[in-house]
């Protein structure tokens, strides 16, 4: 199995309900000059995931025709989108200010790169499939308020950042939570894997105590990290109620015009 991308579907005998992993390192120092520029240096890979998007939205469509029949993508669609949810989550990790390395243009980054994304394609279950738009939608409001709450704060964890030259550890473990359940969603959303997005709020107990292969894994949030992610979940909701509000009144506004 590749880090960062795919492996071939897996043979009989795998466990066909495989969580997607992800590797990140720890909350370390950051260059404040690369902090600074960080969403400006990170500009062409915005462009690049924006055409890539376009593939990958169009081969998601493609691959769910292809897994009703199957039973699971067909490996051409599940090469390149898991490849395409590995990069958007380098991406990702470089803007939210978890890792300082710039990410690689390429769809399978190298072993050294210190993001590492795990995905395993395998079977799925059909009638799943058919009605994943239906069953993606808990996890699509959950990672909505999610995400939008995070970039609520994001000017003040950027500030942070900037001066102490790193993420304090609670906010790197709230951070690191937030991008992991997001690359899990899409993962499921894009039919990589079978599993439900799961363990916002850090693995379990009997999962922590196994042997750790990177800060993120697994991922164990303490009580300053899970304040913070039930922060970002009522910021995103806060700043949805207001939008939503705000779409109202401009609404009536715009449809009680006196005639004189």
Known sequence: MAATGWSAPPQAGFEQ???PELDLPGAKSQRRLTVLLRWLLLIPHFIALFVLGIV????TVVGWFGAL????LPEPC?????????????VQASAMLLVDEYPPFALQAPPEY???????PGELNRLAVFFRIILMIPAAV????LVGGWYVLAFITWLITLVMGRLPQPLWEATAATLRYTMRYNAYAMMVTSAYPKRLFGDSEPYGQQEARSASRPLRLGTGGKVL?????LLGLA??????????DSSSGSSSVQVY
């Open 239 to 248: 700043g949805n109620s207001s939008s939503a509000v705000f779409r109202s």
């Open 142 to 145: 959950i990672n909505s308020l």
């Open 78 to 90: 599940a090469g390149f989108l898991s490849g395409y949810v590995a990069y958007a989550t380098r």
């Open 17 to 19: 309900e495989w969580l």
């Open 229 to 233: 992610v039930v922060l970002f979940l």
């Open 114 to 120: 210190p993001v590492q994304v795990w995905l395993r």
């Open 69 to 72: 029949v199957l039973g699971r």
């Open 56 to 59: 990958a939205f169009v081969l």
